[in-house]
């Protein structure tokens, strides 16, 4: 009969089946078709700029600069292979290193307590604010000349240059991470009986850890540039000193590469410090979005 009601579709092309008809799946929300990923994206990005700096450093080489045998990047990378090669070249690269890892140690040590006491008080945090704004715009470099005197050209110089310049940073931002705990959670820590230790390992220690990395990762910075500032003007080892050895019989290519060899060293210890932040403060909302707080 004309008229007929047919019956359900048993040819697998209507909806929800399995076949030549079935529909497909939507697109994920806010992805197109064919779409670069971003990832991608930036790291062309960033290769292009790096391009288009090497194009131009060597047109200046070729051009204004060769008056004064400034290098091209050719010149350059041979210059550093041949660098690579030597023993001395890793171990002023060491010596760099180690004054400012223990110069920075040395910061951690006296800063983060030093801000915890700062921090825990509102009258002392108020009374020190002059004296914190006065001591971390004074150039360490500015004190040279008496270090100098004081302890000649040796480690000890760049030691105590770097605790002067990266103490600083440390210090502000632990005091601040304590003074900015929530008054409720030191509330709920005396309601649970809390032992001061305890307090500070559960409750204090997590929410200032943003705060304390950011002061770290500017000390490290600091660190690294006061450690061959102090070789470069003191005429202790590592690379500074080497780096004033090329200037001074006009070796610019070598003047370079370890000028690009301390710029690395740079960026590889802020790297550190920021792959330490996201594995220690995995669980805070900026690393969890990507960020690095």
Same mark, same amino acid.
């Given at each position: 009969?004309?008229?007929?009601?047919?019956?359900?579709?048993?040819?697998?092309?209507?909806?929800?089946?399995?076949?030549?008809?079935?529909?497909?799946?939507?697109?994920?929300?806010?992805?197109?078709?064919?779409?670069?990923?971003?990832?991608?994206?930036?790291?062309?990005?960033?290769?292009?700029?790096?391009?288009?700096?090497?194009?131009?450093?060597?047109?200046?080489?070729?051009?204004?600069?060769?008056?004064?045998?400034?290098?091209?990047?050719?010149?350059?990378?041979?210059?550093?292979?041949?660098?690579?090669?030597?023993?001395?070249?890793?171990?002023?690269?060491?010596?760099?290193?180690?004054?400012?890892?223990?110069?920075?140690?040395?910061?951690? +040590?006296?800063?983060?307590?030093?801000?915890?006491?700062?921090?825990?008080?509102?009258?002392?945090?108020?009374?020190?604010?002059?004296?914190?704004?006065?001591?971390?715009?004074?150039?360490?470099?500015?004190?040279?000349?008496?270090?100098? +005197?004081?302890?000649?050209?040796?480690?000890?110089?760049?030691?105590?240059?770097?605790?002067?310049?990266?103490?600083?940073?440390?210090?502000?931002?632990?005091?601040?991470?304590?003074?900015?705990?929530?008054?409720?959670?030191?509330?709920?820590?005396?309601?649970?009986?809390?032992?001061?230790?305890?307090? +500070?390992?559960?409750?204090?220690?997590?929410?200032?850890?943003?705060?304390?990395?950011?002061?770290?990762?500017?000390?490290?910075? +600091?660190?690294?540039?006061?450690?061959?500032?102090?070789?470069?003007?003191?005429?202790?080892?590592?690379?500074?000193?080497?780096?004033?050895?090329?200037?001074?019989?006009?070796?610019?290519?070598?003047?370079?590469?370890?000028?690009?060899?301390?710029?690395?060293?740079?960026?590889?210890?802020?790297?550190?410090?920021?792959?330490?932040?996201?594995?220690?403060?995995?669980?805070?909302?900026?690393?969890?979005?990507?960020?690095?707080?």
């Amino acid at each position: 009969m004309t008229g007929a009601k047919t019956g359900p579709d048993v040819t697998g092309t209507g909806p929800g089946r399995a076949g030549t008809g079935a529909r497909t799946a939507p697109a994920a929300a806010g992805t197109e078709p064919g779409a670069v990923p971003t990832g991608v994206r930036r790291l062309v990005n960033r290769l292009l700029a790096i391009l288009v700096a090497l194009v131009v450093w060597h047109l200046f080489a070729l051009g204004p600069g060769a008056s004064s045998d400034f290098p091209t990047p050719p010149e350059s990378f041979r210059t550093a292979v041949d660098l690579a090669g030597t023993g001395a070249y890793w171990s002023n690269i060491a010596t760099s290193v180690e004054t400012a890892l223990l110069g920075l140690g040395l910061a951690v +040590l006296v800063g983060v307590p030093v801000g915890l006491l700062i921090g825990a008080d509102e009258r002392v945090r108020r009374s020190t604010q002059l004296l914190l704004d006065f001591g971390r715009t004074v150039p360490a470099i500015a004190l040279l000349p008496l270090l100098l +005197l004081l302890f000649g050209a040796t480690r000890d110089l760049g030691l105590v240059l770097i605790l002067v310049s990266a103490v600083w940073p440390v210090v502000i931002q632990t005091s601040y991470a304590v003074g900015e705990i929530s008054p409720q959670l030191r509330r709920v820590g005396r309601a649970y009986h809390l032992t001061r230790w305890h307090l +500070l390992r559960h409750l204090i220690a997590p929410s200032m850890f943003p705060f304390v990395f950011v002061g770290l990762r500017i000390a490290a910075t +600091l660190s690294l540039l006061m450690a061959i500032s102090s070789e470069f003007l003191g005429g202790s080892d590592g690379l500074g000193y080497v780096l004033l050895q090329a200037m001074q019989i006009n070796d610019t290519g070598r003047a370079f590469v370890y000028s690009f060899t301390a710029a690395f060293l740079g960026l590889l210890l802020n790297l550190v410090f920021v792959l330490l932040q996201r594995r220690v403060l995995w669980w805070h909302p900026s690393v969890r979005k990507g960020g690095t707080a």
